[in-house]
């Protein structure tokens, strides 16, 4: 048999019908469902008289949109039009018979947090969702893709998804980091060298040791920006981690299930002499703890650097950067540890998890916030949430003087009425630093959640190192 | 679907790199239950102020080119979000061809499935076609998906690749679903080998 990466397998295993000119029909194992990208598709179901096709494999949580403060039972705390996409999601669950955690499930929280927790997400599987981000169950050594909201419906109605195959890219992290790095800092610095196109028409495999050395939540992270890159999927090589954290899980296989699961899943992994399209190698020891400075996911260095100007630049990129700084309220040459915020966001699909929260709290611990700044924590789900509480992370969240909020998407997207102002500055831990993204005019630097927590006690952009 | 065959109109040039979903329909507009009249809000934050006045410099906004049936743009044009918003937004407000030198993967999916024809051009001939386009509704520029060309406003004539199921699908306007719902006999055989193999599923 021919040598075959990872990615190849798990094509294999999934395609269900193969046209000559190479479209394939590929099974999918989980459909997740959120409220924003669904109702059309729902809606295009009714209108054809089709039905949902397996709705044991179909999971729906509402995250996008739902209020983040502790007084969110009362529906008054959503705009209407919010509350109109919660409610569609409602009832179109229970029309359609899908899994479904409503806002007022303890399990209820940002779709790519609670596929994983709740054992939905496996090794091996195919998993798809209307959002971008789904590239983060690729942790698991899941295959994960992003689509439409058409393709939403044409997963829904045949649970399949057509599709070519991607090429092969192979990104392998070396060696260890160093303290005060971690899985958001390698992310971010792969985007930087390759850039937010350099993954298009690829799946990545992220390896080597300082990937391995991740937790499954560092996994994800990693993964989860893997669009940011470009890339259709991102992937992991399941290992020991991997089944540890499946094991037991509300979803995950059983006894002789469980067993015959694990024989499978130790085949994944990529044969040694599979062929790469494309090969990006960096060393751990070389990772520092990175921010972004201007407004597209490859805008990104180390703190210790200083803003770039437009003319370090070439091609379309020299109007862009020039477009960025503008946008950003940023000189060139200014060191970025000047860069002074009003604004902490912790929390998101990328960095929304409980050893997040963890490694934020060692930071924020028996130490304030700088007076007059905003921050929030916004956990993933109700699960990290309560967890985070019983580990008494929230109260140091708390006594830093940061909000506790209940979970969900939230300043990640800005869906809900957790928006910057015009000209807000904010340290996130988030994916994505567009123009506008966290509200009008809002400005997102993007980084880790310890340097979150440290930019939270200095008032700027720092070097967590110096807090270590 | 719509079908797409083809098109000869007016071009707005948008020179920016990555122009991205948010920026194409940022997310207050996402709220909607439905597919249609999000043409007003395409480009937003570009297009409109605070005050939600015009802004008399964006593209769309000029006399020119409030008609436009084309874009051209810059490299990895709709990265970012997976939102099918942005596809609607587009074709909402007339647009139905796009052009740029590349896209990110899943919006130039979204397009196909929406009667819009992402077209991919070496960066040199997009120059040339964003040079045609800020002639502004002198300059029609036409596509013809049949023959995969497309000719500048002097006769130049360009070729694209696409495809060949996407473009048949576009042509006829076929609907994806129909289509894999005539190899549900695939599927259902696919299901039964593959709860043997892996029953956990
Ligand atoms: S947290 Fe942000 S990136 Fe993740 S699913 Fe929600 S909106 Fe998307």
């Known amino acids: 048999m021919s040598p075959k990466t990872l990615y190849d397998k798990i094509w294999d295993a999934h395609v269900a ?15 997740l469902v959120h409220e924003v990208t669904s109702p059309q598709a729902f809606e295009g179901l009714r209108m054809t008289g089709r039905t949902v096709r397996a709705p044991d494999k179909t999971i729906a949580v509402p995250d996008h949109n739902v209020p983040t403060t502790l007084d969110r039972a009362n529906a008054a705390t959503m ?49 798809v969702c209307g959002d971008s981000h789904t590239a983060t169950h690729g942790a698991f050594g899941a295959l994960a893709h992003g689509i439409g909201t058409s393709e939403v419906e044409h997963v829904l109605a045949t649970q399949t998804l057509i599709q070519r195959r991607a ?74 981690k991997t089944f540890a954290y499946c094991n037991g899980r509300p979803h995950a296989p ?11 899943w130790k085949t994944l992994y990529s044969d040694d002499d599979a062929h790469w399209d494309k090969v990006v190698t960096l060393k751990g020891e070389d990772i520092a703890p990175s921010v972004t400075w201007g407004t597209s996911p490859e805008d990104v260095l180390p703190i210790t650097a200083t803003v770039p100007a437009a003319s370090d630049f070439t091609g379309g990129k020299v109007d862009a950067v020039q477009r960025s700084l503008d946008y950003m309220g940023l000189t060139a040459g200014m060191a970025l540890s000047d860069i002074k915020i009003d604004t902490v966001f912790i929390g998101s699909c990328t960095n929304g998890r409980i050893e997040d929260l963890r490694a934020a709290a060692a930071i924020l611990k028996g130490k304030k916030k700088k007076d ?26 708390i006594d830093a003087g940061f909000e506790w909020r209940m979970a969900g998407c939230s300043m990640c997207l800005a869906m809900n009425p957790d928006q910057l102002a015009p000209g807000e500055r904010c340290a996130a831990t988030s994916n994505r630093n567009f123009e506008g993204r966290q509200g009008r005019g809002g400005r997102t630097h993007l980084m880790s959640p310890q340097m979150a927590a440290a930019a939270a006690i200095t008032g700027h952009l720092t070097d967590v190192r110096e807090m270590m | 679907m719509d079908t797409f065959d083809k098109l000869s109109g007016i071009a707005a ?135 995969q060309t497309i000719t500048a406003s002097d006769g130049e004539v360009f070729n694209f690749e696409v495809d060949a199921f996407k473009k048949h699908c576009l042509m006829n306007g076929l609907d994806d679903i129909g289509l894999t719902m005539e190899k549900v006999d695939s599927i259902t055989s696919f299901e039964n080998q593959a709860s043997t193999a892996r029953p956990w599923v």
């Open chain 2, 13 to 147: 040039p948008l020179p920016l790199i990555n122009i991205d979903t948010d920026m194409i329909i940022p997310k207050q507009f996402l709220k909607t239950i439905k597919r249609s009249g999000l043409g007003v809000n395409l480009f937003d934050e570009m297009r409109y102020d605070d005050d939600r006045n015009e802004i008399p410099t964006f593209v769309l906004n000029k006399p020119q080119y409030r008609e436009s049936e084309i874009l051209v743009a810059g490299e990895n044009f709709g990265c970012g979000s997976s939102r099918e918003h942005a596809p609607w937004a587009i074709k909402d407000f007339g647009i139905r061809c796009v052009i740029a030198p590349s896209y990110a993967d899943i919006f130039y999916n979204n397009c196909f499935k929406n009667g819009i024809l992402p077209v991919v051009l070496p960066q040199d001939q997009v120059d040339v076609l964003m040079k045609d386009a800020e002639k502004g509704s002198n300059a029609r520029i036409e596509i013809d998906l049949e023959a």
């Open chain 1, 79 to 127: 705009t209407e039009d919010s509350r109109v996409q919660v409610e569609a999601l409602d009832t179109n669950a229970k029309e359609f018979g899908i899994h479904y955690y409503p806002v007022s499930d303890v399990r209820q929280g940002i779709v790519h947090i609670v596929g994983p927790e709740q054992g939905w997400t496996l090794p091996g599987m195919t998993v």
């Open chain 1, 254 to 264: 059983k006894g002789a299930q469980w067993e015959a699961a694990l024989t499978w």
């Open chain 1, 17 to 31: 019908d193969e046209a000559e000119d190479g479209t394939c029909l590929l099974y999918i194992d989980r459909h």
């Open chain 1, 372 to 397: 007059g700044i905003r921050a929030m924590v916004v956990p993933g789900s109700g699960l990290v949430r309560a967890q985070a509480e019983e580990e008494g992370l929230a109260q140091i969240f």
């Open chain 1, 167 to 240: 090429k092969n890219m192979k990104v392998e992290v070396t060696g260890k980091l160093r303290p005060g790095v971690t899985a958001k800092d390698i992310t971010m610095s792969v985007i930087g060298k390759t850039g937010t196109a350099g993954g298009t028409g690829y799946v990545i495999e992220y390896c080597g040791e300082a990937i391995r050395d991740l937790s499954m939540e560092g996994r994800m992270t990693v993964c989860n920006m893997a669009i940011e890159g470009g890339a259709r999927a991102g992937l992991i090589a399941p290992d020991e």
